[in-house]
C-alpha cells in the first residue's frame, strides 16, 4: 500500500491513510488492516459506461464495433485510424486502452498500472451493515498479505 501512496505522491494525486479504526467506520467492517482513500474517484462498470455512451451519441457518431485500431496518425487537421477492414478518418479519437497508452507512445513514464478485482454478487442490503453508504472498496494489490487485502476506498 505504501508503494501505491509514493506513486499517488508523484502524480500529485490526493489521499489519504486510513487506520483500521476509520476503515470500520466507513465500511461497518473490522476485516481491513489499513485503507488509501481516494476522494474524488468513481468505479465504473465499463460495459455499461460505454453502452450508455453509444446509446447517447446514436446519430451524431458513427460506430464501428469489432474493429481494433491496428495504427494512427495525425492527418490534416484530424486522425487516420487504420483496422483490419479499411481506415477511418476523424477530427478527434479516443484513445481508450486503459494503461497501454505507452505503448503508443503517449504519457511515457506518467502512468501506473492498477489491477483491480469485483466480485458479483446478489444485491445487498445496507441494514446489514454499518458504515457509510458512499464508498466502494477495490484492493490496491493483486497480491494478497496475510489474506487480507489493502482496499481503496473512494
Given amino acids: 500500500m505504501l508503494d501505491y501512496a509514493k506513486q499517488l505522491d508523484q502524480l500529485g494525486e490526493a489521499y489519504r491513510l486510513l487506520d483500521h479504526a476509520e476503515i470500520a467506520e466507513v465500511t461497518g467492517s473490522q476485516a481491513f488492516s489499513s485503507a488509501i482513500f481516494m476522494p474524488g474517484t468513481a468505479i465504473v462498470q465499463p460495459a455499461a459506461y460505454i453502452r450508455g455512451l453509444a446509446d447517447a451519441l446514436a446519430g451524431k457518431v458513427t460506430l464501428y464495433e469489432q474493429s481494433p485500431a491496428m495504427s494512427f496518425e495525425p492527418k490534416g487537421n484530424g486522425w487516420r485510424v487504420e483496422t483490419p477492414g479499411g481506415s477511418v478518418a476523424a477530427g478527434r479519437i479516443v484513445l481508450a486502452n486503459n494503461g497501454y497508452a ?20 446478489e444485491s445487498f442490503s ?14 490496491s494489490s493483486p497480491v494478497e498479505r496475510r489474506g487480507i487485502r489493502t482496499p481503496l476506498l473512494g
Wanted: hydrophobic letters at 40%; charged letters at 20%.
Fill in 126 to 139: 445496507p441494514n446489514r451493515l454499518g458504515g457509510l453508504r458512499d464508498w466502494a472498496a477495490t484492493p
Fill in 102 to 121: 505507452e505503448r503508443f507512445g503517449f504519457f511515457r513514464g506518467r502512468l501506473m498500472h492498477v489491477y483491480t478485482y469485483a466480485s458479483m454478487t
